[in-house]
């Protein structure tokens, strides 16, 4: 998912969603100068959130938000890398892509999930590729 972002060059800015652990977070601040992770628990983001005052990581921002938002007054985004699935890609997450940044979200019901890259066009299209099939958790709606 990090090498699908990247293709087309480092961007400023990353917006992850589903912080989880903090690990892929923790990967991207490594290579782009701003990292933006949402987390819908709580406590993970949390724990994501003192991981990272421990590890040094001063350009990651966390948020406990709802996924499916995003986080658009921080927006837009060189790229968006989503660690759960929704049945369709959220139209928000598609509204906070940069020209020529990279969404890359594995989509479908449990079982049918196929993980896919969409790259916002100079004209404002979206070009899409697949890369291949996956099994994530759902992206949920609700907070906890």
């Known amino acids: 998912m990090t090498e699908a972002i990247l293709q087309n060059g480092v961007?400023?800015?990353?917006?992850?969603?589903?912080?989880?652990?903090?690990y892929q977070?923790?990967?991207?601040?490594q290579i782009v100068p701003e990292v933006f992770t949402v987390e819908r628990i709580d406590e993970l983001q949390r724990q994501a959130r003192r991981r990272f005052r421990e590890l040094r990581l001063h350009?990651?921002?966390t948020k406990h938000a709802d996924g499916f938002e995003g986080w658009p007054e921080r927006g837009p985004y060189g790229g968006i890398v989503v660690t759960a699935a929704p049945e369709e890609v959220p139209q928000a997450l598609v509204d906070q892509l940069a020209t020529g940044g990279t969404l890359v979200i594995p989509v479908g019901p449990p079982g049918h999930q196929e993980l896919i890259a969409l790259t916002r066009t100079g004209s404002g299209g979206l070009e899409q590729r697949s890369l291949g099939f996956v099994t994530f958790v759902p992206l949920l709606e609700d907070l906890d």
């Open 11 to 22: 961007p400023d800015k990353v917006l992850e969603i589903g912080t989880g652990s903090g």
């Open 25 to 29: 977070a923790a990967i991207l601040a």
């Open 59 to 61: 350009n990651i921002k």
